[in-house]
């Protein structure tokens, strides 16, 4: 089974700020990669797919980038809602599994 | 809009079984994959299996082989997964997804809380 590794596990910022989310993969995965937002008390959100293609609806601050084993998510200008969870999956292989979550909190 | 609405909370005792079923609309409910995904309070998320709602293939995660089941009834649009042998550990809200790959849209998730 593929292993998902995000990092940090949590992460303090404001208003405005730009943060990388890191995922690493325990092998290659091209770019089968997608990330998801959840907030508290609701479902996980698609925010992107095929590791940098923007899930229609969701805003442009939010951009993804990587192949093989390394991916990054990056919100380029935080707002308020975006402080939530965030995922990482992959969908190279069966079963599919998820990275252990990013907690972004407001500083 | 396509949508999945999942079945209302359920409280049962260790060593039951629950069925959770998931209804889709907006979409061909057998063009598309169905996931089931778990997440206990304050954890991650954990990927249970899928069902191909056409053939009803599946597939399971090796940690619920043999105590869970997929099943899907097309003639109204809905999906179904049932854990046999409950235990405290099984407690958490879980949600179905639609896709093969990235899973879009989720169900609204239905807790299932294991408790004598």
């Known amino acids: 089974a593929i292993r998902m590794t995000q990092s940090p596990s949590s992460l303090s910022a404001s208003t405005g700020d730009r943060v990388t989310i890191t995922c690493r993969a325990s092998q290659g995965i091209s770019s089968y990669l997608a990330w998801y937002q959840q907030k508290p008390g609701k479902a996980p959100k698609l925010l992107i797919y095929a590791a940098s293609t923007l899930q229609s609806g969701v805003p442009s601050r939010f951009s993804g980038s990587g192949s093989g084993t390394d991916f990054t998510l990056t919100i380029s200008c935080l707002q308020s809602e975006d402080f939530a969870t965030y995922y990482c999956?992959?969908?190279?292989?069966?079963?599919?599994?998820f990275g252990q979550g990013t907690k972004l909190e407001i500083k | 809009q396509v949508q999945l609405v999942q079945s209302g909370a359920e409280v049962k005792k260790p060593g039951a079984s629950v069925k959770v079923s998931c209804k889709a609309s907006?979409?061909?409910?057998?063009?598309?994959?169905i996931n089931w995904v778990r997440q206990a309070t304050g954890q991650g998320l954990e990927w249970m299996g899928w069902m191909n709602p056409n053939s009803g293939n599946t597939g399971y995660a090796q940690k619920f082989q043999g105590r869970v089941t997929m099943t899907r009834n097309t003639s109204i649009s809905t999906a179904y997964m049932e854990l046999s042998s409950l235990r405290s550990e099984d407690t958490a809200v879980y949600y179905c997804?639609?896709?093969?790959?990235?899973?879009?849209?989720w169900g609204q998730g239905t807790l299932v809380t294991v408790s004598s």
């Open positions: 907006g979409y061909t409910f057998t063009s598309y994959d």
């Open positions: 999956q992959q969908y190279y292989s069966y079963p599919r599994s």
């Open positions: 997804a639609r896709g093969r790959a990235r899973l879009d849209p």
